[in-house]
C-alpha cells in the first residue's frame, strides 16, 4: 500500500549535522516540507553521488523552504567518519540520520530484511508530516536531486490554491488545471 497521503510515525533518531550530533524526532519533519532521503550505506559507491547531488540542490531546496535529511542504517557515529573522509559527503549541510535499528527504513517501507539495508528510496514530505511523493529506486540506480524541485514546487501550489491541480511536466508559472465537468474528455 502506497505511502502517498500518510502522516508519518513517531520516531526519534540520532544524527550528524555541520561538526554535531543532534537528535532527530518526527516534530522535526513537520512545519516546513522536508526530503527524506534513504541510502543503503556509508562508504559506498552510488550513495555519495547522491548526497553530494542533494547538497548541490540545498540552497535552492531551502529557499523553497524544505529541510532534507538523508538516512541509513549506519550509526550517527559511521556518518561522521564518512563526512570527515569523503569529500563528497564532507560538503554536506544538511542532516545524516542514524538508523540502525531500522525503525525508519521499516516506517517509510524501504528497508531490504535480506541486505539489512534501506532501498534508494526518496520521500517528499508536507508541512504537516504526510507523504506527498515518493520514489524509490533499485539499488544500482542513482537518483537527480533536481527533480525534487519541480514537484515541490507543484505541490506547494496545489498546497496553496485548493481547486487547482499541476499537470505533467508542469514547471512554475505555467497552466494548472481545474478540474471539472468542463475538461471530461477534453484533455
Not at 121 to 130: A, H, M, R, S
Request: glycine share 8%; net charge negative; charged share 25%.
Amino acid at each position: 500500500m502506497s505511502l502517498v497521503g500518510k502522516q508519518i510515525e513517531e520516531f526519534k533518531a540520532k544524527a550528524y549535522k555541520k561538526g554535531d550530533f543532534i537528535d532527530i524526532t518526527d516534530a522535526d519533519l513537520k512545519g516546513h516540507w522536508s526530503v527524506v532521503m534513504f541510502y543503503p550505506a556509508d562508504f559506498s559507491f552510488v550513495c555519495p553521488t547522491e548526497l553530494e547531488d542533494l547538497q548541490d540542490q540545498y540552497e535552492t531546496l531551502q529557499s523553497l523552504g524544505v529541510e532534507v535529511y538523508s538516512v541509513s542504517e549506519d550509526t550517527h557515529y559511521v556518518h561522521k567518519a564518512w563526512h570527515d573522509e569523503s569529500d563528497a559527503v564532507g560538503k554536506l549541510q544538511y542532516a545524516m540520520i542514524g538508523d540502525p535499528s531500522h525503525q525508519l527504513a521499516k516506517m517509510f517501507d524501504v528497508f531490504d530484511e535480506e541486505a539489512g539495508l534501506a532501498q534508494r528510496g526518496t520521500f517528499i514530505l508536507d508541512k504537516d508530516g504526510v507523504v506527498q511523493s515518493l520514489e524509490i529506486n533499485a539499488d544500482g540506480i542513482g537518483r537527480n536531486a533536481s527533480e525534487y524541485i519541480d514537484r515541490i514546487k507543484a505541490g506547494q501550489y496545489v498546497e496553496s490554491h485548493p481547486g487547482e491541480v499541476c499537470p505533467a511536466k508542469w514547471k512554475e508559472g505555467s497552466e494548472t488545471l481545474t478540474p471539472g465537468l468542463d475538461l471530461v474528455g477534453k484533455i
